[in-house]
């Protein structure tokens, strides 16, 4: 694409970004919620864009003062300048342009959301469990240093630690879209606390990582939900909390089932309850989403498909290896202490270069 087709496409959004600026202000636009949240979540996108346009247009201005400096000047100092300039503009305006066009490129439009964690031990028995709480304090870990918010909403203990089971919510700025890359399976090497012979074993859990939906997007009737109460409890049947406040909320047209136990409040575990059961029927149709974008990829690495093997932690080598992009790093202690952060970012970039390859910009 041509600098002068670029700037006419960033144009017309420019026009659209005041448009939209002007109405989140209209009263009649604010008293309609739903609109009014969708049209506040596309400024936002849209003001990204906007600011790295005027960045482009600052840059092809400054090349084209320089140039005429150097066509007309003859003071040598600044003649010194405008080459500096020139130079300066002719390598960052690669890329801005690369920068622009994955802009430009449409993003998942639940990476802005919260999510739903859930993660069950797989094979491997007891180890299986323990490794599922490693992976659970791993990404408390991550969350923690992100700043953002952890609750759990219900989980099923081991029998020697760790977790059968363990849902939680995550709740802060692109949760979902940095968190989405973990969905899959995840394969651990090591010798097992059970193992008295010294032996490694395979284990692995499985975490799955759900678009938190906000009320305007799934609308659920009263009428299409069983609610079931009961007492809280926890390793050997033992009771937590002796009150009725446990809910389990059955949506009759699908089938899920969904319950929260960790609150003492009954009110406040209906509502946890109640977000990830919208959270679940939400998940149902954004799944036939990633489906059809996953069938236009040759390789894609945040399908949210949970029986894809996509990582690897090897103990007695300190070895972990990412399967999607090949990519091992010797440092496992620190990642399963939450430092995380890195081989995301190479998901990141290596599923923004599939997205640029399938634009036509």
């Not at 150097?70 to 300048?81: A, G, I, N």
């Not at 801005?96 to 797989?122: F, S, Y």
Request: some cysteine; charged content about 30%.
């Amino acid at each position: 694409m041509s600098q002068d087709s670029l700037l006419e496409k960033l144009d017309v959004l420019v026009i659209h970004f005041e448009e939209i600026g002007t109405l989140i202000t209209d009263p009649d636009v604010i008293s309609d919620m739903k609109r009014f949240v969708k049209l506040n979540k596309e400024y936002r996108e849209l003001e990204k864009i906007v600011a790295a346009r005027n960045e482009y247009k600052q840059a092809l201005d400054g090349i084209e003062e320089a140039k005429s400096i150097l066509e007309t000047e003859s003071d040598s100092e600044m003649r010194e300048l405008a080459k500096e300039e020139l130079e300066s503009g002719a390598q960052r305006l690669p890329l801005l342009e690369e920068e622009i066009k994955l802009l430009l490129v449409p993003t998942d439009p639940q990476d802005g959301k919260n999510a739903i964690v859930e993660i069950r031990g797989g094979t491997g028995g007891d180890e299986a469990a323990i490794f599922a709480g490693d992976l659970y304090r791993m990404y408390a870990k991550f969350c923690e240093s992100k700043g953002w918010k952890v609750e759990v909403t219900s989980s099923s203990e081991g029998t020697i630690g760790g977790f059968k089971e363990i849902i939680f919510s995550v709740s802060g700025e692109n949760v979902y879209g940095t968190l989405k890359y973990e969905s899959g399976v995840h394969r651990v090497q090591r010798v097992p606390v059970t193992e008295t012979q010294g032996r490694i074993h395979t284990s692995a859990a499985t975490v799955a990582i759900l678009p938190e939906a906000d009320e305007f997007d799934v609308e659920i009737k009263d009428s299409d939900i069983r609610i079931d109460i009961f007492c809280s409890s926890g390793a050997g049947g033992q009771s937590v909390n002796t009150t009725y406040s446990a809910i389990r909320l059955v949506h009759i047209p699908t089938g899920i089932s969904v319950q929260s136990q960790d609150e003492r409040s009954q009110m406040k575990n209906k509502a946890k309850a109640m977000t990830e059961l919208r959270s679940r029927i939400y998940n149902m149709e954004y799944q036939k989403y990633l489906d059809e974008i996953a069938s236009k990829r040759k390789t894609m690495v945040s399908t949210g498909d949970r029986s894809a093997k996509i990582r690897t932690y090897n103990y007695p080598q300190g070895r972990l290896t990412d399967h999607r992009i090949n990519y091992t790093i010797y440092n496992l202690p620190a990642f399963v202490g939450g430092d995380i952060q890195g081989v995301i970012d190479r998901l990141i970039v290596a599923e923004n270069a599939e997205r640029l390859k399938e634009s036509e910009i």
